[in-house]
């Protein structure tokens, strides 16, 4: 069973930067669609991007357009989020998921697309 580790959270000051990991152990996620989530206090969980397994597809919410990238490397068995230009509302922690495989009849933009989920890293951007 794959098991994905986010790390790269921290505290920034709005307006700065941070970049998330997501490793995947114990087997492949190239056949797998990856997904940036995140979950404020009190809020349920929400799409932020999603990578598709050969890298060459992305989706973004609207909210996140323009200032955060999600990339990856299989050879590596890791996907990234870049967030630039962040803001307090985005204190949240964040979660990276994959999908069971390429082929999905869910929106990838919701959590039952996944399968596999990391532990999330918070992310607390100050004002």
């Known amino acids: 069973q794959v098991q994905l580790v986010e790390s790269g959270g921290g505290l920034v000051q709005a307006g700065g930067s941070l970049k998330l990991s997501c490793a995947a152990s114990?087997?492949?996620?190239?056949?797998?669609?990856v997904g940036w989530f995140r979950q404020a206090p009190g809020k349920e969980r929400e799409f932020v991007a999603v990578?598709?397994?050969?890298?060459?597809?992305?989706v973004y919410a609207d909210s996140v357009k323009g200032r955060f990238t999600v990339s990856r490397d299989n050879a590596v068995n890791t996907a990234w989020l870049q967030m630039n230009t962040l803001k307090p509302e985005e204190t949240a922690v964040y979660y990276c998921?994959?999908?069971?495989?390429?082929?999905?009849?869910?929106?990838?933009?919701?959590?039952?697309?996944?399968?596999?989920w990391g532990q999330g890293t918070q992310v607390t951007v100050s004002s």
């Open positions: 998921a994959a999908t069971p495989s390429p082929f999905s009849t869910v929106p990838l933009t919701a959590t039952r697309a996944y399968n596999v």
């Open positions: 114990g087997g492949t996620i190239d056949n797998s669609h």
């Open positions: 990578i598709g397994w050969s890298g060459a597809n992305t």
